[in-house]
C-alpha cells in the first residue's frame, strides 16, 4: 500500500517510518499541505494521510476520487478540517481518537501554571539577573473554579489534574461521560451558569456547528471579571476578536491558546523573518497576559508513536478485512447516515 503523507514534518517520519515497514505500508513524505493546488501529488497512491491545517473540501475530495484515492487517514481526532458529507460514497475515512490525552491535558496544565504564576516573565529575567519579585504576583490554583467545556478522554483528564489541584469542577457536554458528576467538586452544568460561576474555562470540545465560537461576545460578558481562558482544542471555537477586545476591557484576566482559528498559514512554519499580517493574532501575542504555543500539546514522544501506530493499524485493519474501528464514513451501505459530519 502506498500513501501520500501531506503537511510532513520531520518529527513524524520515524515513527511512521517505524510502523508503516512493518505493516508493508510505504510512505511519500510531501511537506507541502493538502489543498486543491496540491491534490494531484497523490496521484498513484492508494490513499493520503494529512493532519488539522489540510483542506480536504469538496473539489479535493472530488479530485482524490477521480485518481482512484480510496482512504483519507487523519492522523489527528479532529475532522472539522474534511467535509465528511461529502466524503461518503466517494472515500473511507480513519482517524485517531485518542494518540495521548495526557499529552493535551497536561500542555493545558502548563500554560495555565505558566501564566497565573509568571513563570515565562521570571524565566526572561533571570537570564538578566533580574531577580525582582516586582509585577509576579500570582494566585492559588485551590479552591479556584474551572469550566471544562467537553468531557471526552482529554476533558476527563484534564478534569483529574484539576481535581489533584483542589480545584472545583463545573463541566459541560452535550453528551455527558457516565460517573464524572459526582454533585461535589465535579458538576455538569448548562453553560450560561459554567460562564458565570467560572474563574478558569477549559476547552476540550470538537469543533462543530454547535461549538463554532462558543466562547464569542455574548459568553465573554456573562463571565466573572479577570476569567482565564484556555483553548488547547480547536482555533475556531474562540472568536479571536471578541477575545482580544474583552481582554483590552480587562474583562478576560489572562488567555493560553495553543490554537489559533486563522492558525492554517502560520503554524508550523517559521515566520520568524517575515512581517506578521494577521493584525489579531499580532496584537494577542503582544498582550502581557497571554500565552500563544504553535498548536504543540499533541508533540509528545508517546503521542507521535500512539498516532503513527494508529493510523497504520486503521489502514492495514481495512485492507485485511474490509473494516476499520475508527472510520469515520464509508460507503458499502445505503443506509448510512451523516450527522454533524460524522457517518453512522
Avoid at 493532519?51 to 477521480?66: K, P
Avoid at 469542577?169 to 450560561?192: F, H, I, M, W
Wanted: one cysteine or more; proline letters at 2%.
Amino acid at each position: 500500500m502506498k500513501i501520500a503523507f501531506f503537511d510532513a514534518k520531520p518529527y513524524d517520519k520515524p515513527s511512521f517510518e517505524k510502523y508503516g515497514e512493518q505493516a508493508g505500508i510505504s510512505f511519500k513524505y510531501f511537506e507541502t499541505k493538502l489543498n486543491e493546488d496540491t491534490v494531484d501529488l497523490a496521484q498513484g497512491y492508494d490513499g493520503v494521510c494529512v493532519f488539522v491545517n489540510d483542506t480536504v473540501n469538496a473539489a479535493v475530495i472530488d479530485r482524490l476520487a477521480e485518481m482512484g484515492v480510496r482512504y483519507l487517514a487523519l492522523r489527528c481526532a479532529g475532522f472539522n478540517n474534511v467535509d465528511m458529507k461529502h466524503a461518503f460514497g466517494k472515500l473511507h475515512v480513519f482517524h485517531v481518537p485518542a494518540y495521548s490525552p495526557y499529552a493535551v491535558a497536561e500542555h493545558t496544565m502548563a500554560l495555565l501554571l505558566t501564566s497565573i504564576r509568571r513563570i515565562h516573565k521570571a524565566y526572561i529575567r533571570s537570564k538578566d539577573f533580574n531577580f525582582s519579585l516586582s509585577g509576579l504576583t500570582g494566585f492559588d490554583l485551590y479552591g479556584k473554579t474551572v469550566g471544562v467545556i467537553g468531557t471526552g478522554r482529554i476533558g476527563r483528564v484534564f478534569v483529574d489534574i484539576c481535581r489533584g489541584f483542589g480545584m472545583k469542577v463545573l463541566a459541560y457536554d452535550k453528551y455527558p461521560a457516565a460517573g464524572l458528576d459526582n454533585g461535589d467538586t465535579v458538576r455538569y452544568v448548562a453553560l450560561d451558569e459554567l460562564f458565570r460561576e467560572s474563574d478558569i474555562i477549559s476547552l476540550h470540545c470538537p469543533l462543530t456547528e454547535d461549538t463554532y465560537h462558543v466562547i464569542d461576545e455574548k459568553a465573554l460578558a456573562q463571565c466573572k471579571k479577570g476569567v482565564v481562558i484556555l483553548n488547547t482544542s480547536r482555533g475556531a471555537l474562540v472568536d479571536a476578536e471578541a477575545l482580544l477586545s474583552a481582554i483590552k476591557s480587562r474583562q478576560v484576566g489572562a488567555a493560553c491558546l495553543d490554537v489559533y482559528e486563522e492558525e492554517s498559514d502560520l503554524f508550523f512554519e517559521d515566520n520568524s523573518g517575515h512581517i506578521m499580517e494577521d493584525d489579531t493574532l499580532a496584537r494577542l501575542i503582544s498582550m502581557p497576559n497571554v500565552l500563544v504555543t504553535s498548536h504543540q500539546a499533541f508533540l509528545t514522544e508517546e503521542a507521535l508513536e500512539n498516532i503513527a501506530e494508529t493510523t497504520v493499524q486503521n489502514l492495514l485493519s481495512f485492507a485485511q478485512n474490509g473494516q476499520c474501528e475508527n472510520e469515520l464514513c464509508w460507503k458499502e451501505s445505503s443506509a448510512q447516515r451523516c450527522e454533524n459530519g460524522k457517518c453512522f
